[in-house]
Structures are given as structure tokens and as C-alpha cells.
């Protein structure tokens, strides 16, 4: 009875010896004084994304609650041979491209970057802003992030056209890698 | 000697009432459908349910609207009034108005009747006899040019609903249809099912050996609408028979159109959808989306399309280029998808849209405008 009691405390000290082990490699590089960047939105967006669905939504007919405001593309032209390539160096965005033949909706080849690093603490959908020039002045279009990856790799993506500030048809892509 | 003479006077009764068979007809029907008072006509009567009739049994009609042509019976010329026999318990009278009346067609109409007044009967009076009949005296060809309709039709059943077995007259008014002033023959070009089965084409092209018997489809007879002046045409057919279809292939519609001789005018496709066939819905011809700039993709879809009508076909014209092709899908959903700026450039600001259907009748012509986007 008393050997079991010594076993038992003896497992105890072995299961915590093992909780703290992975810890005792984990020093903080920032003991030492040096910067990390902090995990940004570019880590989650950028990369090679494949076209899964396209829709294109009729927003006047949306505005008025007129149906059918909605159809499919994905079908139709070469939409499902469609990807976007988001490419990043050391996290920071630099140029894009849009491969497979689709009608093209918004400039194939360009440069971007995202209207902020973070997601807004409001929840506003975050923008990637596209440039036709690396220095990025001279914009081509938008893309709103409306649904962010995370525990899957997939994207939404809305493009919006407007006409005197009003919008009056949207282009919905989801995306995955 | 009272008792006596009630009770003879009660054997005279029961022996006339015995006597007396009342006969009613099951129905009746008239070919054709609609007619003129100087075409032949026949009337028809099913006594299938009259018992007191034997199978063949002489009847004669005892007509006095608008009058009695023989006035009484039995009578030297009593055979003109007499019915002919048709087998199944069916009876039929095969006349022309104005020659058995002996009025013309305006003094038939001008009796103030509206309807034909008449019963059936026996030789002898007492051997069997209907109550009073009547058929609906109706000047069919003056209603039709009064409703102002360029086309229309009757069937033998008072709703106008039409069988493969149905006595199917149509009405033309060659004065209502665009490019048929002065025409003296018209036809009909015809098929069932939006011409998908047992069509029967009118070919003008065709020469036809004078004297070639008019059943014969490929005779221009067979097609041709009887001319009863100023215009107005009618014809008068059974539709398994005109087809020649049995009685059971499905028909779900007659389409035709009026042809002029030469195929010089026609008028559009025309349609009567065959009894129990619920109406097709209305066609939907869109544009998807409401507003559209050049930097988008244009749908046009159409809902609902009739047989024989697919695939459509589009010629769309923007900045000076012309493109023209066909529509995909069924006939529930036709559609098509325009990559704007691929097929027509930056400077394209409006689209010209001409939609067909298969047989190359406009469905569509319209402009539209392309929105400026920001």
C-alpha cells in the first residue's frame, strides 16, 4: 500500500517535469532586446488562391428586393480554371496576378496591399487595394475581404462597381488554396 | 253506364300512352362546327340511351323554325326529311340550309328565332317522338368579321375544347392580316405540337396534277381555307384526320399560320392548345444585371419557351461590331453570356440587341444603354 502511495507521487513529478520541459526551450528572443513583427493580415491573404465559386449579384435589383438578384458564374467562360496569386516578401505585399482565361474583371497584373495590417476592431470587412505601378500611387481597383481564412484556407473576396458612388453590380469570389 | 264509359275512356289513355314512346336524344352535335347558311351541314343524334328506339329506326324531323319544308307526314317527299341511320345508334341529317328551307341565307337569318326548333320523330307520330330540340341559329361567318379578330375558332364543344376527334372550324379574315389584300386563295401551313409532329406543309412549289383528289395532303387543295367572299376564309377539319395521326398520339397543341398562295404573306404562328393542356407560362425574356457597364458580363436569359423555338439566337451589335449566335439550355431556360469589353472594346457605349427564335422570328430588338462606372 505504502510502494503504491510512492508510485503514484513519483508519476506526479514526472507528468510536471514533462508540462514544463517544452517551456524550457521557449526563451524569449525578445529577452534579449530584439523586435519581432507581429503576425499581420499578410500572412493569411497572401499566397495562391484557387477560384471555388463566382457570383455576380445585380445590387440594383438587390436595392429594390427584386428577385432573382443573384446568379452564378462559375460555370460559365473559364472561371473555374481562375487564380489569383498574392504575392508577399518577408510578409509585405508586392505584386499580384490573376491566371486562367477568365473574363477579366478587374486588372489581371498589378500590385497591391491591404487597407490595414489588422482586422478592424469593428469588424469592417478589410480592403485590398489594387495599384497598376510598384510604388503603388497610381489604383486600379478593390477587392473587400469579406470573409478572413482561418481554421480553413478559404477567402471571399467582393468586387463592387458604382456609378455616381452607387453601387450597381458586385462580383463574389470565393477562393481557397 | 258512367263506369262504362270512364273505363274505355282510361283504355284509350293507357293504350296511347303505351303507344307513345318519348325519345331523348343522349346528344348532338353539328358539322361543322360553324358554318354559313348555304354549306352543307350534317346533324347528328346519339340515342344510345333510348330504349323505346330499335337500332336503325326510322326517324324524321319535324322542323318549323324558320320553317317546315314538308309539313306533313307521311308525305311524298317525306325522304327529305328523313334521318339517315349511321350505325352505334347514331343518327345524322345531311342538308344545306338555304336549299332545304327554300329561304336564302339573309331570310333565315332575319327570322326572329335564334335557334333551329324541331323534334324527331317516327313515321307514325305515336311509334316514338323526341320533345322539342334545337340547335343555336347563329350567323357564325357575320359574328367573326363583327369580333374584329384577323383569326379564330370553334370546336363542337361549346367551351372550344379541342381533341384529335374534335369538328374544328377556323375562321380568317384576310382584311386584319398585313400583306393579303386582294388574295383570292389562302392555306394553312400546320403541325402539331409546335410542328414537331405530323406536320402538314403547304407547298405552293409543288405542281399538283389537275384533278388530283384533295385528300391527298400534297395537293394544295387539301390545305386551301374555303373562300366565302370579302375576305373571310374558313375551314373546316378533324384534326387525327387532317394530320393523318391516329386518335391516340398525343396532341398538345395545333400550330399553323395562314399562308398566301405564293407564300408571298404569311401571317405570324399561330396556336390552340389541345383540351386539358394547362397553358404554357407567359415567356420571360431578361437582362441580368438591371444595369451593366462595359467592364461586365451581360446574361440574357428567356424562361419558358415553346417547342421548336430553341435554340434561340442573338446578333448583338456595339461600337461598329457585329456578333451573332445561339443560346444554350432547354426550353424552360435559354441564355447566353456576353463578356462586354472582350467582344466589343473600351469603346463601347450601348449594345444593340436583336433576339430571334429558331425560326428567325424577332422576339426581341432593343437598345441598351451601358452604365459609366466610376
Known amino acids: 500500500m505504502e510502494c503504491m502511495i510512492k508510485n503514484e507521487y513519483f508519476l506526479g513529478y514526472l507528468l510536471l517535469l514533462f508540462m514544463i520541459l517544452p517551456f524550457s526551450g521557449c526563451e524569449p528572443v525578445t529577452d534579449d532586446g530584439s523586435y519581432v513583427d507581429p503576425i499581420t493580415l499578410y500572412e493569411k491573404i497572401g499566397g495562391n488562391w484557387k477560384l471555388a465559386d463566382i457570383r455576380q449579384v445585380d445590387e440594383t435589383a438587390k436595392a429594390a428586393g427584386i428577385s432573382p438578384n443573384e446568379i452564378d458564374l462559375y460555370a460559365q467562360f473559364s472561371f473555374g480554371n481562375l487564380s489569383i496569386e498574392l504575392k508577399t516578401e518577408n510578409n509585405r505585399p508586392v505584386s499580384y496576378q490573376v491566371t486562367g482565361g477568365a473574363p477579366e474583371l478587374f486588372p489581371n497584373t498589378g500590385f497591391w496591399q491591404l487597407d490595414t495590417e489588422f482586422p478592424f476592431a469593428n469588424g469592417t470587412a478589410p480592403k485590398i487595394l489594387l495599384y497598376s505601378d510598384a510604388a503603388k500611387t497610381v489604383k486600379t481597383g478593390e477587392l473587400s475581404v469579406t470573409s478572413m481564412p482561418g481554421a480553413k484556407t478559404e477567402m471571399e473576396l467582393k468586387l463592387t462597381r458604382t456609378t455616381k458612388g452607387v453601387p450597381f453590380v458586385s462580383y463574389m469570389y470565393s477562393l481557397k488554396k | 253506364m258512367k263506369k262504362i264509359a270512364l273505363f274505355i275512356a282510361f283504355l284509350c ?85 338555304t336549299e332545304f328551307f327554300g329561304m336564302s341565307a339573309a331570310d333565315i337569318h332575319a327570322n326572329p328565332e335564334t335557334s333551329f326548333y324541331f323534334l324527331l320523330r317516327s313515321l307514325e307520330f305515336e311509334d316514338w317522338h323526341t320533345g322539342t330540340l334545337s340547335f343555336p341559329k ?237
Open chain 2, 138 to 374: 347563329v350567323d357564325y361567318a357575320g359574328d367573326f368579321v363583327k369580333s374584329g379578330k384577323m383569326w379564330d375558332y370553334a370546336t363542337d364543344d361549346v367551351q372550344k375544347k379541342l381533341y384529335p376527334t374534335s369538328y374544328l372550324t377556323l375562321w380568317f379574315n384576310a382584311n386584319l392580316a398585313d400583306g393579303f389584300d386582294g388574295v383570292s386563295d389562302v392555306h394553312i401551313h400546320s403541325g402539331y405540337n409546335n410542328f414537331s409532329d405530323h406536320v402538314i406543309e403547304y407547298h405552293a412549289w409543288e405542281t399538283v396534277e389537275a384533278g388530283f383528289p384533295c385528300d391527298q395532303p400534297q395537293t394544295a387543295c387539301y390545305t386551301e381555307f374555303k373562300n366565302l367572299g370579302n375576305g373571310i376564309y374558313k375551314k373546316d377539319l378533324v384534326p387525327y384526320e387532317y394530320f393523318q395521326a391516329e386518335k391516340t398520339d398525343p396532341m398538345q397543341n395545333i400550330e399553323f399560320l395562314f399562308v398566301q398562295k405564293d407564300w408571298s404573306a404569311t401571317t405570324a404562328n399561330q396556336t390552340i392548345l389541345a383540351a386539358d393542356v394547362p397553358p404554357p407560362p407567359i415567356p420571360v425574356l431578361s437582362l441580368f444585371p438591371t444595369n451593366v457597364s462595359k467592364f461586365d458580363i451581360l446574361t440574357i436569359r428567356r424562361t419558358y419557351n415553346v417547342r421548336n423555338s430553341t435554340p434561340l439566337k442573338y446578333e448583338i451589335e456595339g461600337a461598329g461590331k457585329t456578333i451573332n449566335g445561339e443560346f444554350t439550355g432547354s426550353l424552360d431556360l435559354q441564355e447566353f453570356y456576353l463578356n462586354i469589353r472582350k467582344e466589343f472594346g473600351d469603346n463601347v457605349s450601348s449594345l444593340h440587341i436583336v433576339i430571334r427564335d429558331h425560326n428567325d422570328n424577332v422576339i426581341s430588338d432593343s437598345v441598351k444603354q451601358l452604365t459609366i462606372a466610376d
Open chain 2, 13 to 97: 289513355l293507357a293504350h296511347f300512352s303505351m303507344k307513345a314512346a318519348d325519345i331523348s336524344p343522349d346528344r348532338q352535335w353539328c358539322v361543322p362546327a360553324q358554318y354559313s347558311m348555304d354549306e352543307e351541314i350534317t346533324w347528328y343524334f346519339d340515342f344510345s340511351g333510348s330504349t323505346a328506339l330499335p337500332d336503325g329506326g326510322d326517324l324524321y324531323i319535324w322542323i318549323w323554325v324558320p320553317v317546315n319544308p314538308v309539313p306533313g307526314l307521311p308525305d311524298p317527299n317525306q325522304d327529305k326529311v328523313k334521318l339517315d341511320y349511321k350505325g352505334d345508334r347514331i343518327w345524322a341529317l345531311t342538308f344545306t340550309p
